[in-house]
């Protein structure tokens, strides 16, 4: 899904072309130069780091050091600056060899990580992959993904049955951008300008798929079959918007419609009874449809409350809602592995779904953790620089990071209507690395590093993409 971020930051409501300022306009000013001051004793972009994950050196044997526990800011800068403490980006060497799944941590907002994996494809392929899974696709489109396969293989294809299948894929690409179509209060222009903003993420994506299909790798639909998942009126929103307005007696007709034990006639009445308790809400046909088809693809609705909207409701929901979609790109994942025995797999979704700690509480495991509940190791990749260096991608993560954080605990707004600033743990490695290889003054280079394999963590890997301006 591409977003299109039009909150306030957590430095109040700034436009998305003006990047965040930190005291004395250090951070704009390490954007516009590309690198920060990095003058002994200053590490002022890196403070926050302290106490966080521990960068050790890349592989066995190497020259490099290791920061211990108690290493400060500066020590932290100076050990990414130090090239012993780089590796070179090569897939056979990232991806371990016992792990038959590598999961690519994607940033939605950028376009260069799709253009990596492209440009990676044959590597991967050499490396014994035979497939793609996609966060893009919904399961019931992958015949979409099929013909276009088909149709750019087959020498026999004529140009009219290739741009077709081409047109289809992309159509799915921009899916997540019609939604705003169902809301009557998104201007004609904004949808314009919402559709303009995307084109890029979905040109990069096409170049991702076709690199796959000429590297022998198969595209395939791993999200769960939610019409209109993301709009703003539509799939997740409606479930949960609709849940609000029931009033709080219907919970156990509720609970009766939800529950995957409850017999077709119990559910048929149920039904009748929630159709009974709201008069007058006219999308209420929608809603109930939307919800039997999330209960009938494996969401569960066991103890959530209706007409709650309370900050725990709130939390629980955003729990399942993620749950629901790692474990069903899980049961893809294991699908194909266990149809192909000898097959390796790529597993290419949001970079919040990928890490080796808990989001959202004992509730919720990340992908990668659902795959390995299925008895598939994976090695997983999270990115820094590329174009998410660029200021309007700070001020994006910022803005989006603050408002998802305060919502899911229940936090109100400042006076402004901005939301205050999420932990600094809470912070993605983009953020922070980014942030780390621009003080170190390689923002400029390509380079990898490991993360110990002890502890919370978000990857095994940590690639830097060259920074553009």
């Known amino acids: ?49 302290k106490g966080f994950e521990i960068i050790s050196a890349p592989a ?20 990414l600056a130090n090239p012993q403490n780089r590796q070179s980006v090569e897939i056979k060497s990232l991806w371990d060899k016992n792990n038959r799944v590598l999961a690519i941590g994607d940033q939605h907002l950028t376009t260069d990580i799709k253009q990596f994996t492209a440009e990676n494809m044959r590597a991967f392929k050499e490396a014994g992959a035979d497939a793609i899974g996609l966060e893009l696709f919904r399961k019931e489109d992958q015949h979409v993904l099929d013909t276009y396969r088909n149709t750019r293989l087959d020498a026999n294809s004529t140009e009219e049955e290739r741009r077709s299948a081409r047109a289809a894929v992309e159509s799915l690409l921009r899916q997540s951008q019609e939604g705003p179509v169902l809301d009557p209060n998104v201007s004609p222009d904004d949808l314009t300008k919402m559709r303009q903003a995307a084109q890029p993420a979905v040109d990069a994506t096409m170049q991702m798929i076709d690199s796959a299909i000429d590297a022998g790798i198969k595209p395939i639909a791993i999200e769960p079959n939610i019409a209109n998942p993301f709009a703003s009126t539509g799939g997740y929103d409606l479930m949960q ?59 569960d609705f066991s103890g959530l409350k209706v007409n709650d909207e309370s900050p725990a409701s709130q939390k629980a929901w955003n729990a399942r809602l993620h749950d629901f979609r790692n474990k069903t790109w899980s049961d893809e994942t294991a699908k194909f592995l266990n149809e192909n025995p000898n097959a390796r797999m790529l597993l290419f979704a949001g970079t919040q779904h990928f890490r080796y700690e808990r989001m959202g509480g004992p509730d919720i495991s990340s992908a990668n953790e659902r795959v390995k509940e299925k008895g598939f190791d994976t090695t997983v990749l999270q990115f820094t620089g590329g174009d998410f260096a660029q200021s309007r991608h700070f001020e994006g993560e910022m803005t989006a990071l603050s408002e998802f954080y305060a919502r899911e605990n229940g936090l109100p707004p400042n006076p402004d209507g901005s939301y205050p600033a999420p932990p600094d743990n809470y912070r993605s490695a983009a953020l922070r690395y980014t942030r780390v290889a621009q003080e170190a003054r390689v923002a400029e280079q390509q380079f990898a590093f490991r993360i110990k394999p002890t502890g919370p963590r978000e990857a095994d890997y940590i690639v830097h993409l060259k920074q553009k301006d």
């Open 241 to 299: 918007n609709g849940m609000r307005k029931l009033p709080a007696d219907a919970q156990n007709a509720f609970q009766a419609f939800t529950s995957p034990n409850s017999t077709p006639q119990e559910r048929a009445v149920a039904r009748k009874e929630l159709e009974r308790q709201l008069p007058g809400y006219e999308r209420s046909a929608d809603f109930l449809n939307t919800v039997d088809k999330a209960r009938s693809e494996g969401f």
């Open 60 to 79: 066995q044997n190497s020259p490099g050091g290791e920061l211990p526990d108690n290493a400060d800011a500066c020590q932290r800068r100076d050990f």
């Open 1 to 49: 899904m591409v977003e299109e971020i039009s909150s306030p930051s957590d430095r109040g409501h700034v436009p998305r072309e003006t990047p965040i300022a930190a005291p004395d306009n250090y951070l704009e000013d390490g954007l516009k130069s590309g690198v920060f001051d990095a003058s002994p004793g200053t590490c002022k972009e890196l403070e926050f780091l």
